[in-house]
């Protein structure tokens, strides 16, 4: 990466963070004064008497002291830290907790030295148009990003050395996540060349110069296995030589995929890894358990009719039963019958060896594109993946969640490696990263790695989002069939 270049990357972040905080200031004092106008010129919450009318200037320190203290305390809190770039959920909370923060906060400085003086149904119009202009603002932002990242603009150009599982994990997140400004270009190494599925390789780790300079590349991630770490520091070297910026990858990640879940803590600064518990357990496991009846059960209520319609135009289509009962191995290699919508004809099982030939998934999975076994309609069923409403009745049970690894079938099982099994600690689900990721499209050893990452670091946040982002991937259709 040439100094020109570096120098516009970071003039380019500069200049999104401090936007950001400009407009946010800006929005803060536009919602104060809007809910000033609602409160006494509207009336909004109860008529105002003519003896507690004041004016707006009356209010003006106070507006200046909350943008003050959102200023402050979103610098403190990191709201502004990969702004545009995190999860937007993720960001919507940082907006909702500085907010709620600063306004509570600005509320009781208020009450100790003016009493009631200020009106209380105030605050609160405050607070809630703060808090839908902010994230209003957000959802524009990445969306003006996102079209000048497709015109090339504020895109970092990203190789990854390294082609082992962690370098593959590095590569699946580059390529997955729409909110990143770095864009990946392809990988090196270290043994041998060649693709890994959908992951060009550009050569092996000793061509890194020729590498960085035809491919105009602007990160390097340096994401090796254990093993590799050898090369680490010669590698580091080459890069500072021909002025390229670089990130090394830990190997916490690694040592997650061939031991326990680590955890990192510190004594006086120095970095303790141990043994980190399953977070889906105890009272996580509670309310993961929560949502998964709650939405289940609406899902159902919901899908009713459809559901009737579904299994008219199944037994008008082909011979054999509604609803196809399969077993799956489940959390703690438990077994349990999992049910979907028939969308296959009833000697497709039988039919499978003779189509092992045309298998386009990788591991132990089979998936082929224009499956001569799905019938019409199921074809339909798959591609809106409507074919798995019936697995809802399997999470009422307990059997499955809503989201989770995907259940395999107990074939698929003895063919795992060691390190797959660990997907096998929790429940399986409906949808997943996985199916956000691209669905059939993730090859086998890519779906693993997320789901590890999912049982790793679950939150109730993270469920969440992850449904809300089925949905738009079940409604565009991507990597279904």
């Known amino acids: 990466m040439t100094a020109g270049r570096r120098d516009y990357a970071l003039r380019f972040q500069r200049t999104v963070r401090l936007s950001l905080q400009l407009v946010d200031l800006v929005l803060l004092l536009i919602a104060f004064t809007v809910a000033y106008y609602l409160r006494y010129a509207a009336g909004l919450g109860g008529d105002v008497a003519d003896e507690n009318q004041v004016a707006i200037d009356t209010y003006i320190p106070l507006m200046l002291g909350s943008a003050v203290g959102f200023f402050v305390i979103g610098r403190m809190s990191r709201l502004y830290h990969e702004a545009l770039r995190r999860p937007v959920l993720d960001e919507v909370w940082s907006i909702i907790l500085s907010v709620s923060f600063t306004i509570t906060l600005l509320f009781g400085v208020v009450f100790l030295f003016r009493g009631l003086a200020y009106s209380r149904g105030l605050f609160l119009m405050a607070w809630a148009l703060t808090m839908g202009l902010l994230i209003t603002d957000r959802l524009l932002g990445r969306a003006l990003l996102a079209i000048l990242r497709q015109r090339g603009i504020g895109v ?81 070297e080459r890069c500072a030589d021909i002025g390229v910026d670089y990130k090394i990858v830990p190997d916490l990640l690694e040592m997650s995929l061939s031991m326990s879940p680590v955890d990192v803590t510190q004594l006086r600064g120095i970095p303790l890894i141990g043994p980190r518990l399953n977070m889906i357990g105890g009272g996580n496991l509670l309310l993961k358990r929560a949502l998964d009846i709650a939405g289940a059960g609406t899902a159902l209520l919901i899908f009713g009719i459809p559901w009737l319609i579904i ?58 594109r224009n499956d001569p076994r799905v019938t019409r309609v199921g074809r339909w069923l798959r591609r809106t993946s409507l074919d798995e409403l019936p697995q809802l009745l399997n999470v009422l049970s307990g059997d499955m969640s809503l989201v989770g690894p995907r259940p395999p079938i107990p074939a698929e099982v003895d063919k795992y490696e060691n390190w797959h099994l660990k997907r096998l600690s929790v429940a399986p689900g409906i949808t997943g990263l996985w199916q956000v990721s691209g669905r059939s499209e993730v090859p086998f050893d890519e779906m693993v790695l997320l789901d590890i990452y999912y049982i790793e670091n679950w939150t109730l946040g993270l469920d969440i989002q992850i449904l809300l982002r089925t949905i738009i991937a079940v409604i565009s259709g991507r990597g279904a069939y």
């Open 311 to 368: 299994c008219v135009l199944i037994k008008f289509d082909s011979k054999g039963p509604v609803f196809f009962v399969q077993t799956r191995v489940g959390k703690n290699h438990q077994t349990f019958p999992a049910r979907k919508f028939r969308s296959m004809y009833v000697d497709a099982e039988q039919r499978l060896a003779d189509l092992q030939q045309h298998n386009e998934a990788t591991g132990p999975l089979f998936k082929m």
């Open 156 to 236: 970092e150009r990203v190789l990854v050395v390294g082609g082992g599982r962690l370098a593959q994990t590095v590569m699946h997140v580059l390529t997955t996540e729409p909110g990143l400004s770095w864009r990946l270009v392809g990988f090196l190494q270290t043994d041998g060349v060649g693709d890994a599925g959908r992951f060009k390789c550009l050569g092996a780790t000793g061509e890194l110069d020729t590498a960085v300079q035809l491919n105009q590349i602007d990160q390097v991630l340096v994401a090796l296995s254990r093993e590799e770490h050898n090369m680490v520091s010669s590698i580091t």
